[in-house]
């Protein structure tokens, strides 16, 4: 298959992510805390040093939710029927969301525990 342009590379992977935003609830949910995020690096004045760290943590748990839901998805086509196998895949794909997720709330409230008390 010939390589698509660069500038059509790029609008494939926004593409991708639209696709997230429209159908996958535990991204919307994860955006909907990014943007909590986003407000409260605002309006508490984070340092630039603990803004890095907040949203490399937010942008961990997004890409982290996009890598499971593309093994989801490649798991649902290989295999529609129940496979322990499969279980064992999505289970694991998932449990790197979690990681990321317990990563992100640890590193959130070292944070903001500064800035409110
Ligand atoms: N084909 C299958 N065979 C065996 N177990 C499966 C199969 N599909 C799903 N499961 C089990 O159900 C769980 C949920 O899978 P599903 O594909 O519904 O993901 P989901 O509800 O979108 O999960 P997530 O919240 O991680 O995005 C999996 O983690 C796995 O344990």
Redesign the pocket.
């Known amino acids: 298959m010939r390589k698509p342009p660069l500038h059509i590379s790029f609008l494939n992977s926004f593409r991708g992510i639209f696709l997230m935003i429209t159908t996958?609830r535990?991204f919307q949910i994860e955006l909907f805390a990014f943007f909590i995020n986003l407000f409260l690096i605002f309006y508490l004045q984070l340092s630039a040093l603990d803004t890095v760290f907040i949203l490399i943590v937010s942008f961990g748990v997004l890409s982290a939710e996009i890598f499971?839901?593309a093994i989801?998805k490649i798991?649902?086509l290989i295999?529609?029927?129940?496979?322990?196998r499969?279980?064992f895949i999505?289970?694991i794909?998932?449990g790197a969301?979690i990681l990321m997720s317990l990563l992100s709330i640890a590193i959130g409230i070292l944070v903001y525990w500064k800035y409110i008390f």
Do not use: L, R, S
Request: glycine share 4%.
């Open positions: 996958e535990n499971n839901t989801e798991c649902d295999q529609p029927e129940f496979d322990k499969i279980g999505k289970d794909a998932a969301v």
